[in-house]
């Protein structure tokens, strides 16, 4: 589970720093120049004014990857070692809900086991869902569009 964890924050690192990026731009220039104005210093202004300012969008940039993550189903599937066991070390094998679905699909013989697979499907896109719909709003909060161009 521990290669799993590693390879899914490796994967979600340049999207989350994409949207960090651009909610960090998005952060008006009055924002800087009144930090800088009361005699703040370059990392005062951006401690205080960027990054409480874009707090909220980069919470939902964390959420955005942290929704990528949750889909991903290949590269936790290789290297997590598919043990339908509930372990409380990091090293053991274990199942994603994601890999369950892509090693027993074809497997599936009865109708109860492929409506069970389903389901398995549908919980994990209804929380893949959850997590981009509330973190698309904390990014939306802050940079005051939905994707448009900037002024």
Do not use: H, K
């Not at 942290?66 to 290949?74: D, S």
């Not at 997590?80 to 890999?99: C, K, Q």
């Not at 086991?113 to 893949?128: D, K, R």
């Amino acid at each position: 589970m521990l290669a799993a964890g590693l390879i899914l924050a490796i994967m979600v690192v340049p999207y989350i720093t994409s949207v960090s990026r651009e909610v960090l731009l998005a952060v008006p220039n009055t924002q800087r120049e009144a930090a800088l104005g009361i005699g703040a210093t370059r990392w005062e202004a951006t401690r205080i004014a960027v990054l409480r300012y874009g707090r909220s969008g980069l919470i939902g940039a964390i959420l955005l990857g942290l929704g990528r993550a949750l889909g991903e189903t290949m590269a936790v599937t290789m290297v997590i070692g598919n043990r339908p066991e509930v372990d409380v070390s990091l090293f053991a094998p274990g199942y994603t809900m994601a890999s369950v679905i892509a090693n027993e699909f074809t497997e599936a013989t009865s109708d109860l086991y492929v409506s069970a697979l389903v389901e398995i499907g549908l919980l994990l896109l209804f929380v893949t869902i959850l997590v981009n719909a509330l973190a698309r709003l904390l990014v939306w909060s802050v940079s005051g569009t939905t994707g448009g161009a900037r002024e």
